[in-house]
């Protein structure tokens, strides 16, 4: 079976049928497209928008493509030119069904219905409960009890409510991380055809954190850094590493290019790729700043905190495409960064902010 994943209101993800077809050759069970003009095209190295994807926390990912770069937002399913439409396709054997995960923000986390925290209550219904109820009528409501109280998740707005006290919190509806995806997520995002070859052999090591942000690992957090994760990875290329973090451990699956909680069993998607900003420094000697004019005439910093791009990501970029345009997105706003004249754009509202880049 085929199906897919259209955009659609508000943040809920629409499903379709399609005719039967066979999946490809290489395993996978889906595929991501874009409509150019008229006609479906699916988007090469498609299996790091599924990584992303199958984490809760990842809102959104921006790729590469031959007419530049594309945001895609997950919770609309949508890209931030409204004429450019996007969709993920499934491939399903007769009588197979996806697996899919529903997951609620807490004040902290993105957890998984029926899942129980510290301190907290398990839900009394799973995924499959609420998928159940979902595949009954997708823009319906659910009513469920945690302990003595009750919720109504509502499927048209994705949220969920607390009867009692009318707290609402957001409700996120996706596809379980699997191993055919944890294969092929030691890739880069970036194309390999632009990837510099390392003089050093240096590699970072990275986790999917919370919002869909790669965070490396630290050793003074979990007892490894990228070098020593590496070292035991040129040791064992299909080994399993263990460490602690307070109260949890943690497994690191190197075959599988994943991370588990081996207390609640979280799995999340880990990535070994080249370490650019090291290699960048270093060929030029120096680390480049990016800042942009706020409305008041003070010029700020480029933050992960605060958009989804940092100095180091802006100048990767530029260091490869010196004259081209960046995307990236904040809390709210898209924008797209215009190195040939070195501003910053707002692509809803047009505003235009100066840019500038300092060496350090």
């Known amino acids: 079976m085929r199906c897919t994943f259209n955009g659609s209101t508000g943040n809920q993800d629409k499903m379709s049928y399609w005719e039967e077809t066979p999946a490809g050759d290489n395993g996978k069970h889906y595929e991501w497209q874009l409509l150019n003009g008229h006609q479906w095209t699916s988007i090469n190295n498609d299996h790091v928008i599924e990584t992303h994807y199958c984490q809760p926390g990842a809102k959104g990912i921006t790729i590469n493509t031959t007419n530049g770069q594309v945001f895609i937002d997950f ?4 890209t931030l030119n409204a004429a450019q439409k996007v969709q993920r396709l499934s491939f399903l054997p007769p009588g197979q069904t996806e697996d899919i995960g529903w997951y609620f923000r807490d004040d902290q986390l993105w957890r998984e219905y029926g899942s129980q925290g510290l301190g907290t209550l398990a839900s009394s219904v799973t995924s499959k409960d609420v998928e159940y109820q979902f595949s ?21 707005t994705m949220t969920q409510t ?3 006290t009318g707290l609402r919190r957001n409700v996120r509806r996706r596809p379980k991380f699997t191993s055919n995806t944890a294969s092929l997520s030691s890739a880069s995002v970036l194309p390999k055809a632009s990837s510099p070859q390392l ?23 979990c007892a490894f ?9 040129q040791q064992n290329p299909r080994a399993q590493l263990q460490f602690r973090i307070n109260r949890f451990t943690y497994t690191l699956d190197f075959s599988r290019m994943c991370q588990i909680n081996n207390t609640i069993g979280t799995t999340r998607a880990v990535r070994r790729t080249a370490d650019y900003e090291s290699e960048q420094n270093s060929r030029s000697g120096t680390s480049a700043r990016w800042q942009f004019k706020d409305v008041n005439g003070i010029w700020k910093d480029y933050s992960n905190g605060k958009s989804s791009v940092s100095s ?45 880049r300092l060496n350090q």
Request: glycine share 8%.
């Open 199 to 221: 003089t050093d052999g240096g590699y970072k090591w990275e986790f999917m954190g919370e919002e869909g942000q790669w965070t490396e690992y630290q050793a003074y957090i």
């Open 75 to 78: 919770d609309k399913m949508q």
């Open 136 to 156: 009954l009528n997708p823009r319906g409501t659910f009513n469920f009890i945690v302990g003595t109280t009750s919720y109504r998740l509502d499927y048209s």
């Open 312 to 356: 180091q990501d802006i100048e990767l970029h530029y260091q490869q495409y010196p004259s081209g345009t960046m995307r990236f997105t904040t809390k709210s706003f898209g924008y797209e960064l215009n190195f040939s004249v070195m501003t910053q754009m707002n692509l809803s509202t047009t505003t235009t902010r100066r840019v500038r």
């Open 225 to 233: 850094d990228s070098a020593d994760i590496e070292a035991q990875y």
């Open 162 to 164: 607390n009867c009692i």
